[in-house]
T-cell receptor
Framework: GQNIDQPTEMTATEGAIVQINCTYQ??????LFWYQQHAGEAPTFLSY????GLEEKGRFSSFLSRSKGYSYLLLKELQMKDSASYLC?????????????FGTGTRLKVLA | ETGVTQTPRHLVMGMTNKKSLKCEQH?????MYWYKQSAKKPLELMFV???????ENNSVPSRFSPECPNSSHLFLHLHTLQPEDSALYLC????????????FGPGTRLTVT
């Protein structure tokens, strides 16, 4: 089956660095995604990893290790507006059928 | 209009009512999706449409009936719902598959009384 685990909540201070971990089990892996969702709003795409390694995009970076079923999202120079839920999602394809599952999300609170 | 739009934004319906949710994407994408988001649960992918054809139905009860008349529009017809169906229903689109970057609409907050 498919399963995703990520911490429920994290707290960090403005200007700091925070790492949000995600572990997954899936068959037919076809990519790992991170989305940001502010309260009451729709999720917005942050990053996509399909190969091992680090993808950097401004203050946000995402890392993937396929052999370990592990990813993390790194947020640098935290700002108050980064307070949101961060959703890890895994895409897969098995026998021509797409599977796309989300974790429950990590609610990040950034404190002044 | 830009991006993905959904109407209505809020809906309250009784268990015997019939209602429809509408989604429209203005991004030229070929794939559209319905998701359910309940409190403290992960986003659940309900239906996948690719080039107007339904390619996925993730064990969704028949009281939810999707319709995709063209690549830009997606509907979710609701009938005889249960209180546990109360949730945020999100529509999304992507270029061609669920494994492409998905763009989400603002959602419809549904309450079943």
């Amino acid at each position: 089956g498919q399963n995703i685990d990520q911490p429920t909540e994290m707290t960090a201070t403005e200007g700091a660095i925070v790492q949000i971990n995600c572990t997954y089990q899936t068959s037919g892996f076809n990519g790992l995604f991170w989305y940001q969702q502010h309260a009451g709003e729709a999720p917005t795409f942050l990053s996509y990893n399909v190969l091992d390694g680090l993808e950097e995009k401004g203050r946000f970076s995402s890392f993937l290790s396929r052999s370990k079923g592990y990813s993390y999202l790194l947020l640098k120079e935290l700002q108050m507006k980064d307070s949101a839920s961060y959703l890890c999602a895994v895409g897969g394809i098995t026998s021509g059928t797409y599977k796309y599952i989300f974790g429950t999300g990590t609610r990040l609170k950034v404190l002044a | 209009e830009t991006g993905v739009t959904q109407t209505p934004r809020h809906l309250v319906m009784g268990m015997t009512n019939k209602k429809s949710l509408k989604c429209e994407q203005h991004l030229g994408h070929n794939a559209m999706y319905w998701y359910k988001q309940s409190a403290k649960k992960p986003l659940e992918l309900m239906f996948v449409y690719n080039f107007k054809e339904q390619t996925e139905n993730n064990s969704v009860p028949s009281r939810f009936s999707p319709e995709c008349p063209n690549s830009s529009h997606l509907f979710l017809h609701l009938h005889t719902l249960q209180p546990e169906d109360s949730a945020l229903y999100l529509c999304a689109s992507s270029q061609s598959t669920p494994n492409d970057e998905q763009y989400f609409g603002p959602g419809t907050r549904l309450t079943v009384t």
